[in-house]
């Protein structure tokens, strides 16, 4: 099934069809335990800097923690910009980087419609985005693979009720 769902994710569009994605599939259960640990020192030193009290930080951790630790699953998705163009001004660096994270965000769309397609639940988590090198350095990954985001993947719990989406009065314009 995982690896349908990657193959499914890796049929994104991507910009010069570079496939900037990269992918890392944790079911061990002690690197889930690793990486809970070590993205939380991350996260408590931010909740710390943000004033929160400490009972709130310790909620907030263990909350995480128990996300990443309970997934039966955890799909980590990176971005590698090793085999993007490279431009001299940094007007045209910014948008070849914006291409590949659009990319990789494409493949991330894939992925969750590939698991909804495998009858299972996912969910998009940003929080690799504020511990990418304590990532990379606990699951000893190139660092040419920069984390964006993980996913959560596994039978769900329970059918959540679906969340709201703005009507289309208020995000188009129709120019007739
Ligand atoms: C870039 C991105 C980052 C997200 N980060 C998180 C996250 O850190 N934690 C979480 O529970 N959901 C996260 N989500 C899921 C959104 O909260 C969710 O898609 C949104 O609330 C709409 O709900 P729905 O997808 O169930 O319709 C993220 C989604 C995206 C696209």
Redesign the pocket.
Known sequence: MIQNILATATFAPSAHNRQPWRFVVISSQSVKENLAEAMAIDFERDLTRDGLLPEKIQAQLKRSKD?ITSAPVVILLCLDMSEMDSYPDENRQHAERMMAIQSV?AA??QLLLAVHVERLGG?????PLFAQETIQGTLNIHESWEPQ?MFFVGYSADI?E??G?KPLEEIAVFMR
């Open positions: 996300r965000a991330g769309l969910v998009w988590a940003c929080w985001a959540p679906p969340r989406r």
